[in-house]
């Protein structure tokens, strides 16, 4: 959560620091959610509207040589699956958590957000 929250006030930072003044930062929030889904998916769970969640995933056999070994261990005794921290979006959706979050954090550090 404390990185969700940070990624959500980095964007409140990157709409501060542009030359030209936008007229509304939640207009600027949305056209920063429309441009990027990851960004619209940390602000849906920095809202309350998504949840983060740890469950099992099912790892497929043909994945196994890219388990590290502690994941590799977890899965043989777990019926194949590891735990991961997702995100479980208001229509059900589930993603990865860190994968969200590596995709938002480039695009804010990036020239999406600049535009």
Do not use: C, W
Request: glycine share 10%.
């Amino acid at each position: 959560m404390l990185a969700a929250h940070l990624v959500d006030a980095y964007a409140d930072r990157v709409f501060s620091s542009r030359a030209e003044p936008a007229a509304d930062v939640l207009e600027f929030r949305s056209g920063l959610a429309g441009a990027h889904p990851a960004l619209a998916t940390i602000f849906e769970v920095v809202a309350g509207r998504a949840q983060l969640v740890t469950e099992a995933v099912e790892v497929p056999l043909v994945d196994y040589g890219k388990l590290g070994v502690e994941d590799f261990m977890v899965s043989l005794y777990n019926g194949h699956t590891v735990q991961r921290l997702r995100i479980i979006g208001p229509d059900g959706s589930r993603q990865d958590v860190h994968e969200v979050l590596a995709a938002a954090v480039a695009y804010l550090g990036g020239e999406g957000a600049a535009r």
